[in-house]
């Protein structure tokens, strides 16, 4: 079973940086598209970024595009979420995700960013931009 840890989140003050871990265990595929989820309270979970692991390629929300990189290690079995330029409205909590599937799947799993579509779940961490 895909284990999933995050780590990373905290206290900010705005216009300032973070970055998040998710680091998985129990791969039994090659194929995953791994991401990063947020929510914000009274808000439904909102889909961020995504990466896939066959060829790389990466997705971003409107909302964090040219803010927010994320990237991987394959060595260390690593996802990382780089949050540059932090402001309020990015305050929630941060979870990472996965799900298996082929190479088109994963396409299509990283462009719609649906909660549903994602299986494996980590425990969630908090990010909170104030002054």
């Known amino acids: 079973q895909l284990q999933l840890v995050e780590s990373g989140g905290g206290l900010v003050q705005p216009g300032g940086s973070l970055r998040l871990s998710c680091a998985a265990s129990?791969?039994?595929?090659?194929?995953?598209?791994i991401s990063w989820f947020r929510q914000a309270p009274g808000k439904e979970r909102e889909g961020v970024s995504c990466i896939s692991s066959n060829d790389g390629s990466t997705y971003y929300a409107d909302s964090v595009k040219g803010r927010f990189t994320i990237s991987r290690d394959n060595a260390k079995n690593t996802v990382y979420l780089q949050m540059n330029s932090l402001n309020p409205e990015d305050t929630a909590v941060y979870y990472c995700?996965?799900?298996?599937?082929?190479?088109?799947?994963?396409?299509?799993?990283?462009?719609?960013?649906?909660?549903?579509?994602?299986?494996?779940w980590g425990q969630g961490t908090q990010v909170t931009v104030s002054s």
């Open positions: 129990g791969f039994t595929s090659d194929y995953y598209a």
């Open positions: 995700a996965a799900e298996r599937g082929s190479s088109p799947a994963l396409h299509r799993l990283c462009t719609y960013l649906r909660s549903a579509d994602f299986g494996s």
